[in-house]
Structure formats: C-alpha cells, structure tokens
C-alpha cells in the first residue's frame, strides 16, 4: 500500500478489508492472526502523517457504521509519523470514556527488536485465547509478548458486546488523521507498506 500525492497536494492511499467477518477462536480453543510487515520505511519530517495499521473490527460494524467502539477493534499494529514504535490497542465499550478508556482505548507499546519497524520485517501477532476460565488477547512482535488485556479487566457485558461475535481483518496507510499530524510539505509520497504474508492460526 502506497500513500501518493497528486500535483494538487492531495493524498490516496490504499485499505484492505477480507470479505470474510467470522475470525474468532471457536470455544476453549486460540486463534491467532498474524502479518510479516515492514512499515513505510521513512522517518523524521518526511514521515508526518504517516499511519499504517493492521487490525481487525467486530463483524457488526458492516452495514451499520456507526456502532464503534462497542462492537470491538482489535488493532494488531499500529504506527504514526515514523517513529520506532509499535501500538497494540482494544476498543470497547462506549467513547468519550467509559470502561475502555475511550477514544484510546486500552493499549499498549514497544519498540521493534533488533531493526526499527520501518527498516525490516516484523511479525505483529494477536493470539484470541478461549482455552481457559477467562478470555485473554495477546499481542507480539517477533514472537515477544508486549500487551496483555484479560477478561476481567472490563464488565461482563462490555466484553461480551466487543467480543461475542466474528471479525474481519484491514490493512491500511492513512495519512494524517486524528492521532498522527498533519502532513506537511516535506512529507515524503510514495513510501509503501510491505506486507509479506497474513495468517490466521486456530488451535484443534
């Protein structure tokens, strides 16, 4: 996916969505998703605006648009403005507030091992696990657990309502937005994300 800027000044860029809306863990079992990614390889003022992400929402929000964010997001990897960071967030509950922390939701961060995100691939992996007394999500990167959000961290019903259905997976670039800034005049165009492969594991 390409951000580009026309002679106008004018930004496109790209968003993938699976027509399928059914990934969860069946019960007591794991699902995990997971992308080898390198993110947009530009940092700095070239980077301003930048924001690739891959993440998934809950079935729900097709056909109505307007349920967010009770319905449940799931972002698996998120990054604005070219920094060496990558975020791992749930989205639940109502906004502004509520039991989620809403509009940031209950997240986490850590930077890429080894290489920053934007000059190598990484694998950036949520694992959905039903196998025990209380649901758990797990995000990693490079196989190292980084966020935790367990059951019990919120209300019955606002997990039941973020997680009681199926999922469909996005990969996307923004550019700019509510959370990075603004592009500017020095933000670089045609700077890709490169995606080498999505997959999704369930546990028999």
């Known amino acids: 996916m390409k951000p580009i800027r026309d002679t106008q000044k004018n930004w496109a860029s790209g968003r993938i969505e699976t027509q399928r809306t059914d990934f969860q863990p069946d019960p007591g079992k794991v699902m995990a998703v997971e992308a080898r990614i390198q993110m947009p390889n ?5 980077a301003q605006g930048y924001w690739p992400a891959f993440w998934m929402l809950g079935a729900p929000f097709r056909g109505n648009y307007t349920n967010w964010p009770s319905l449940g997001e799931m972002d698996i990897m998120e990054n ?6 990558v975020w791992a967030t749930l ?7 509520g039991p989620c922390n809403e509009t940031t939701g209950l997240g986490g961060s850590t930077t890429c091992p ?13 694992e ?3 196998s025990g007394a209380s649901e758990q999500l797990r995000w990693s990167v490079d196989g190292v657990v980084y966020h935790i959000v367990n059951q019990g961290d919120v209300d019955a019903t606002t997990w039941a309502n973020a997680t009681g259905h199926g999922f ?3 990969l996307n670039v923004a550019i700019g937005g509510s959370w990075p800034a603004r592009p500017s005049g020095l933000t670089k165009s045609g700077i890709p994300m490169l995606v080498d492969y999505v997959s999704v594991y369930k546990s028999i």
């Open 42 to 46: 530009v940092t700095g003022t070239a």
């Open 128 to 130: 959905w696990d039903r």
């Open 80 to 85: 604005v403005n070219g920094v060496n960071t």
């Open 114 to 126: 080894d290489a920053t995100c934007q000059s190598a691939f990484h694998v950036y992996r949520i």
């Open 91 to 97: 989205h639940c509950g109502t906004s502004p507030g």
């Open 168 to 170: 469909f997976i996005i």
